[in-house]
């Protein structure tokens, strides 16, 4: 299947949205429970803020409950997709009490870095790293500080919106709280301006030429050309800028997988080098890398399933097109 191509949004950013206004009465328990409470407690206290938030309409469980019903729920008749989408939503809140957590005091989580010798060899090229990170619901602060207490210190390319607001305002204010958390186990931060979106390319590029790092989450908030892959049964769009980069700079390609562990550990994995050949047409090259990548996160979602952040992006057929 070819790439999909779309317009890039340069319009102009709202000053305020309706999430905000959520965020404000949010924000302030978040920092309690960070603060205030044990990392121990803290997935059963998302688990409830979830549920009331779920019970007050603010958060609809709906979509992430019935595709993981549709993946899982024939497998397992007794599967809680209701409950999953909660235990889903409580990830991601425990994810912002880890960066509260991170830009007042000291977290340390147990982190176990694998497969180092996959960068350690794409470094020797001398051509640098792209790392290629997949979208799971601890993989932003833990995955950088991780690689950072190994010694590595990548450049994250991310947009504006990254944190926890997509307004002007809270791109001005909250959003900072986690590009600090985050920017203490960085290199630094290669900001995306949709109006200008070759000065993030060239500035990746630089630092590749440079052997460094560059990271990149796996996702479809960014970029022009979509990737459609195979995945559960059905099917994500994936930018494919990472491969893309990693192509045009001559770096190596890395996926990445950084999941919690029933121990508590936090494992963050580089796998073995995704090919992305110089040779051959581009988009057929930069489609066999989305759908590699993709043939790997598969087995990481059904491992951890709720861990993953992108159910509600996935794509299933029409109950009554199965055949």
């Known amino acids: 299947m070819p790439l999909r191509r779309r317009d890039r949004d340069t319009s102009t950013r709202p000053w305020i949205t309706r999430e905000d206004a959520a ?24 688990r409830r803020l979830e549920g009331a938030k779920a019970r007050l309409k603010l958060f609809d469980p709906g979509p992430v409950a019935n595709a993981a019903q549709r993946v899982f729920g024939t497998a397992h008749p007794a599967f809680d997709a209701r409950g999953f989408a909660l235990d889903s939503a ?28 996959h960068l350690d060899g794409a470094l020797a090229s001398k051509h640098g790293a792209v790392l290629w990170v997949a ?53 630094g931060r290669i900001e995306i301006d949709r109006a200008k979106p070759m000065s993030a390319t060239l500035a990746a590029q630089r630092t590749l030429k440079e ?40 770096a190596v390609l890395l996926p990445v997988f950084t999941v919690r562990v029933p121990s508590g550990d936090i494992r963050v994995v580089i796998e073995a ?30 491992r951890f399933p709720e861990q993953w ?3 509600k992006n996935l794509k299933l057929p029409a109950p009554d097109s199965v055949a």
Do not use: Y
């Open 90 to 117: 409580a990830g991601r809140s425990e994810h912002h009490l880890q960066i509260l957590r991170a830009s007042v005091a000291h977290w340390a989580p147990q982190l176990r870095l694998e497969g180092r010798d």
């Open 23 to 46: 965020l404000a009465v949010e924000l302030p328990i978040l920092a309690l429970l960070a603060l205030a409470t044990p990392e121990r407690s803290w997935r059963g206290a998302c």
């Open 273 to 302: 080098p995704i090919p992305v050949a110089g040779e051959g047409e581009k988009d057929e090259v930069l489609t066999a890398a989305a759908q590699a990548f993709a043939d790997r996160l598969e087995g990481w979602v059904r």
């Open 135 to 187: 979208h799971f619901c601890f993989n932003a602060l833990a995955t950088k500080q991780a690689m950072a207490a190994a010694g590595f210190r990548a450049w994250h390319l991310s947009r504006p919106e990254h944190g926890f607001s997509k307004s002007r305002i809270g791109i001005a204010t909250v959003n900072r709280i986690r590009v600090r958390a985050e920017l203490a186990h960085l290199a």
């Open 211 to 250: 052997n460094g790092i560059v990271s990149v989450t796996a996702g479809a908030w960014e970029g022009q050309r979509l990737a459609a892959v195979r995945l559960l049964g059905g099917s994500l769009e994936l930018a494919v800028g990472a491969p893309g980069l990693a192509r045009l700079s001559g």
């Open 309 to 311: 952040r992108d159910w």
